[in-house]
């Protein structure tokens, strides 16, 4: 079987390939659940007059978490519904519909594919995946699934409203490093846009195993919506922390990217997710990236004598490919670009 989403149904315990050696499981017991873990940031006067406030708490958030919640972000409740509702109607279909989909080719842009990168991984993970490009919408939509019938318009509605909301958190951002408000959007190129939707079947054995092990994302930022099971932890004071889910929000980290663009005043921090013997998981993060030709650096501003730039300047499709060629390791990409290092 290729998928875990139909072997998983079919075990009592976990295969070989999923089991992590001893010094790298998820030892659930030693996490911190006790769910205080990141900002919750109230986005209403976003717009309003009271917008410098909401700019400092990004501030404080971007720098020292890499992680927030938001809520009253604007995304209409029946636009989240419904995507979540479409994510588990697409893997709930048959085998044969879903494997339609599939290929372990990294450079497809609509793909179903399972664990992180079946092509350079030792060890596999519980999850199964399909990632799509988004923007520009119209370039893409075609390519993804037709089946359920209200797949494609569903994401669609989903995609934009998303993308709308990145791009006022990104204005926000930009003036919270005291940039112009298009300061960082400048640096993007065209944009891109991807989403996965993650698929974390119950897991009879989930102490030896992981959905997703330990990453930063190498993209800008990421708006992550969840559905009501817990699983996402965030690597933080030498801890691994839950953020248990709430309902009406997302929650938002820093990339690479972003950590890039600020000269390291913003921080993309490790995290990872876990599964349990219980219930399945849905998770759906959209990635907004730079264009792979837009050229990445830190913002000429931020670049001091005092702090002078950390990283050398690249394409964001060499930062890309890396990225997926190395294999998820518990280290950053980001080493590889520091201005020290060529
Ligand atoms: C990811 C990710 C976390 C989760 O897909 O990059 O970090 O909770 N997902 O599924
Ligand atoms: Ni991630």
Redesign the pocket.
């Given at each position: 079987m290729v998928l875990v989403t139909d072997l998983a149904s079919a075990v009592d315990h976990v295969p070989e390939k999923f089991v992590r050696p001893i010094s790298d499981r998820p030892t659930l017991s030693e996490a911190d659940n006790s769910g205080d873990s990141i900002p919750l940031i109230d986005l209403r006067e976003l717009h309003g007059s009271r917008r410098t406030d909401v700019v400092l708490q990004l501030a404080h958030a971007c720098h020292s978490y890499g992680f927030f919640q938001i809520k009253n972000h604007g995304v209409p409740e029946t636009t989240v519904s419904n995507m979540l509702t479409v994510a588990r109607e697409f893997f709930r279909q048959p085998e044969s519909e879903r494997l339609r989909h599939y290929t372990a080719d990294t450079t497809k842009t609509t793909r179903l594919s399972t664990s992180f990168n079946v092509n350079s991984e030792k060890v596999s993970n519980w999850r199964d995946f399909l990632r799509l490009h988004c923007h520009p919408l119209e370039e893409f939509r075609h390519e993804w699934p037709s089946s359920p019938p209200s797949f494609r318009d569903t994401v669609a509605e989903y995609s934009t409203a998303v993308r709308k909301l990145v791009l006022d958190l990104l204005e926000a951002i930009s003036e919270s490093l005291g940039l112009s408000s298009d300061g960082v959007e400048k640096k993007l190129g065209g944009h891109g846009q991807h989403m996965?939707i993650?698929y974390y079947p119950p897991c009879p054995q989930p102490e030896l195993t992981f959905?997703?092990p330990g990453?930063t994302?190498p993209n800008l930022i990421t708006v992550?919506l969840?559905d009501d099971v817990s699983?996402?932890q965030v690597f933080r004071n030498g801890k691994w922390v839950s953020v248990h889910p709430v309902p009406n929000t997302f929650i938002v980290n820093i990339g690479d990217q972003m950590q890039v663009i600020s000269n390291d005043k913003y921080k993309s921090v490790l995290?990872r997710?876990v599964v349990n013997s219980e219930k399945e998981r849905i998770?759906i993060?959209t990635f907004y990236c730079p264009s792979p030709d837009a050229v990445v650096g830190p913002a000429d501003e931020l670049i001091t004598d005092l702090s002078p730039s950390v990283y050398r300047s690249f394409s964001y499709s060499e930062y890309y490919d890396r990225f997926w060629n190395r294999g998820l390791a518990n280290v950053t990409c980001l080493d590889l670009f520091k201005a020290s290092s060529h």
């Open positions: 996965a993650n959905g997703l990453h994302d992550l969840q699983g996402l995290h997710a998770s993060p």
